[in-house]
C-alpha cells in the first residue's frame, strides 16, 4: 500500500486506515445518516464483529487508490448534492492526513430514512 522512505525508516499506511478515515469523513456529511454494507452476508459479519469500517471499501492497484462508500441519505435531501459533497469531503481528508492521491470515489446510495418529525 502507501509506502514511503525517509532517511530513517520507512512508513507503510494500511487499507484498514484509509478505510477508517474515508469512514468517519463520509459519516460527517450533510444528509448522511448512515453507511451500509456492500451485501447482507458482509453486513452480518461486520455486526457480529463491530468492525467500525463498515460500508467503506477500498482498492489500491498500480499507485491508484480507489474508494467505494455506501450511504444511507436522509429522505428529502438532494440525492447528487449529498454524493458530491461525500466524494469532496472523503478526498479531503484522505489526501490531507495522509498525503496519497485518491484516483477515484464511487458513491453508492442503499437506502432513504426518514426522520422522525416530532
Request: proline fraction near 2%; hydrophobic fraction near 40%; avoid cysteine.
Amino acid at each position: 500500500m502507501g509506502k514511503e522512505t525517509i532517511s530513517l525508516g520507512r512508513i507503510h499506511i494500511s487499507l484498514n486506515a484509509i478505510t477508517t478515515i474515508a469512514y468517519h469523513a463520509a459519516l460527517e456529511s450533510y444528509g448522511v445518516i448512515g453507511l451500509a454494507h456492500k451485501n447482507l452476508a458482509q453486513g452480518l459479519v461486520n455486526t457480529l464483529t463491530r468492525e467500525p469500517t463498515r460500508g467503506v471499501s477500498v482498492n489500491h492497484e498500480n499507485e491508484e487508490l480507489n474508494i467505494d462508500i455506501y450511504i444511507i441519505l436522509e429522505y428529502g435531501t438532494r440525492i447528487s448534492t449529498v454524493a458530491n459533497n461525500v466524494v469532496n469531503t472523503v478526498r479531503y481528508h484522505v489526501e490531507k492526513a495522509l498525503d496519497l492521491p485518491v484516483n477515484n470515489i464511487n458513491v453508492h446510495i442503499t437506502g432513504l430514512r426518514v426522520s422522525d418529525t416530532d
